[in-house]
């Protein structure tokens, strides 16, 4: 089983939008739209950030978006902040009732 | 408020087991699939083993597989993780997670704070 693919970090100024890719296959990103994307920092437990491709939880700012294209997906974070330092793993169901994570993404606020 | 506070972490050899022990309060625990993911230190996510609100439906990674068996108490509100055969690629902090809904759909949307597991040799 193979994790998903994302690149190992992103940077960006403050103020400007950065965008992750997450890419799996026909199988799950491409074959559901259950992708999930979570947010870490430090020593944090993981918090959902993006659900059901494109879809926000209550409390989670909207300068957060995600999207689906083929077997890739993104998360964009616009106007970006010093708090969205953190670690971004993405997240799919997986044909025969498995899940997978991306290998996630260390994001910089420069 | 949705709380998850798992136990059972600690210290163990290759080849023994550990049972992992997941609470839940502040939702009604049927109503949902429940997980376990787990994270190596210094190390990503990753999926371990989920379970459907009724058991039906149960699923395993593949590094796991064999070893590990996943199961619930809905008149308990409890998730377990049996844990066999451990090796020390197995160390890692084991998080309980609430799913959004059913299994094959959703998120993972509540995450505990997780119990450490520690195989050494």
């Known amino acids: 089983q193979s994790a998903l693919t994302q690149p190992a970090s992103v940077s960006g100024s403050p103020g400007q939008s950065i965008t992750i890719s997450c890419t799996g296959t026909?199988?799950?990103?491409?074959?559901?739209?259950?992708v999930s994307w979570y947010q870490q920092h430090p020593g944090k437990a993981p918090k959902v950030m993006i659900y059901?491709?494109?879809n926000r939880p209550s409390g989670v700012s909207n300068r957060f978006s995600g999207s689906k294209s083929g077997n890739t997906a993104s998360l964009t974070i616009s106007g970006l902040q010093a708090e969205d330092e953190a670690e971004y793993y993405c997240?799919?169901?997986?044909?025969?009732?498995?899940?997978?994570f991306g290998g996630g993404t260390k994001v910089t606020v420069l | 408020e949705v709380e998850l506070v798992e136990s059972g972490g600690g210290l163990v050899q290759p080849g023994r087991s550990l049972r992992l022990s997941c609470a839940a309060s502040?939702?009604?625990?049927?109503?949902?699939?429940m997980h376990w993911v787990r994270q190596a230190p210094g190390k990503g996510l990753e999926w371990v083993s989920g379970?459907?609100?009724?058991?039906?439906?149960?699923g395993y990674a593949d590094s796991v597989k064999g070893r590990f068996t996943i199961s619930r108490d809905n008149a308990k509100n409890s998730l377990y993780l049996q844990m066999n055969s451990l090796r020390v690629e197995d160390t890692a902090l084991y998080y309980c997670?609430?799913?959004?809904?059913?299994?094959?759909?959703?998120?993972?949307?509540?995450w505990g704070q997780g119990t450490m597991v520690t195989v050494y040799s």
């Open positions: 379970i459907s609100w009724s058991s039906a439906t149960i």
């Open positions: 997670v609430k799913a959004s809904g059913s299994y094959g759909s959703g998120s993972f949307r509540t």
């Open positions: 502040g939702f009604t625990f049927d109503d949902y699939a």
């Open positions: 059901d491709v494109s």
């Open positions: 997240s799919s169901y997986r044909s025969g009732s498995t899940w997978v």
């Open positions: 026909s199988s799950d990103v491409g074959g559901y739209n259950y």
